[in-house]
């Protein structure tokens, strides 16, 4: 099957159960953050098996359903979970889910993961807009593209006016909202001291195994991106602290309160006007 097929496959099967429905805003919510989805109102969900293109997700703390309906007054998309480079897949493994949110009518794509801080101050339980990222995993989605499209400018992946929205939105809820680089690691294994010091050489603030994918590939169908990291934990070496997969989901909660809050914050804005 060819991604475009799959996309008019995914897109068909979405809209044969979500009739009329045309979604505004994707949302990718990463490890922890599912719950967001359950406060969707009149919610149509599916799982990812019944939608073809759409991997199934193998980590724990990613649900594996797409849910569609509205969240702050906006029609959105939420993608429970997401499929990562480390799990055996391609780099691109989410270019199909992405192109699906496009076609379906998305013009924002908000994007959420679980990450280490390299940042005292932006310890567990903080949230990161992310700025800017550094692609340290030695791959690409989008290798094997063909065209002149495949030369995305990334200069402003990351939308300067939803990120000014999404500050404007923390400071009335009284929530801090730091702000940094993402540094892409493919994983799956947690990165050295060594790694870490050479990324905070590098200017990275947050470190993690996913998102900087979906955004090469939103921008590469037209999509504007914001993304926020929930840290879980400070980075290896910066903290005594032994780094897990469990720790990681049991801090995650610490966050996710405060960025539930903030997106339903930042869509209630959107939908005033």
């Not at 002149?148 to 400071?171: K, M, S």
């Not at 921008?219 to 070496?237: E, F, K, P, W």
Request: hydrophobic letters at 45%.
């Amino acid at each position: 099957m060819t991604a475009d097929t799959a996309v008019f496959q995914a897109v068909e099967r979405i809209a044969a159960a979500c009739p009329g429905l045309k979604p505004r805003v994707g949302l990718v919510l990463g490890s922890g953050i599912g719950p967001l989805a359950d406060d969707v109102a009149d919610a149509v969900a599916l799982s990812y098996t019944e939608i073809p293109g759409f991997p199934v997700p193998s980590v724990a703390g990613h649900g594996g359903d797409l849910v569609l309906g509205k969240l702050g007054g906006v029609d959105v998309a939420c993608m429970r979970g997401r499929a990562h480079y480390y799990e055996g897949h391609g780099p691109a493994v989410m270019r199909t889910p992405v192109r699906t949110l496009q076609a379906l009518g998305c013009e924002i794509l908000i994007l959420t993961n679980a990450a280490g801080s390299l940042r005292v101050e932006a310890g567990a339980g903080s949230l990161m807009l992310i700025t800017d990222h550094i692609n340290f995993s030695g791959s690409h989605p989008l290798i094997g593209e063909t065209g002149n499209e495949r030369f995305v400018a990334l200069g402003d992946a990351y939308d300067v006016a939803l990120r000014r929205e999404l500050l404007a939105t923390a400071g009335e809820l009284g929530l801090t909202l730091h702000e940094g680089v993402y540094m892409w690691f493919s994983g799956p294994s947690f990165e050295t001291p060594a790694e870490i010091r050479a990324a905070g050489i590098l200017g990275a603030d947050a470190v993690g195994m996913s998102t900087v994918p979906e955004v090469i590939l939103a921008r590469h169908c037209g999509m504007r991106v914001a993304a926020i990291s929930n840290i879980t934990n400070l980075a290896a070496g910066l903290s005594e602290e032994a780094l897990s997969h469990e720790a990681t989901m049991a801090m995650a909660d610490k966050g996710a309160e405060s960025l539930t809050r903030l997106l339903t914050g930042f869509l209630e804005r959107m939908a005033a006007g």
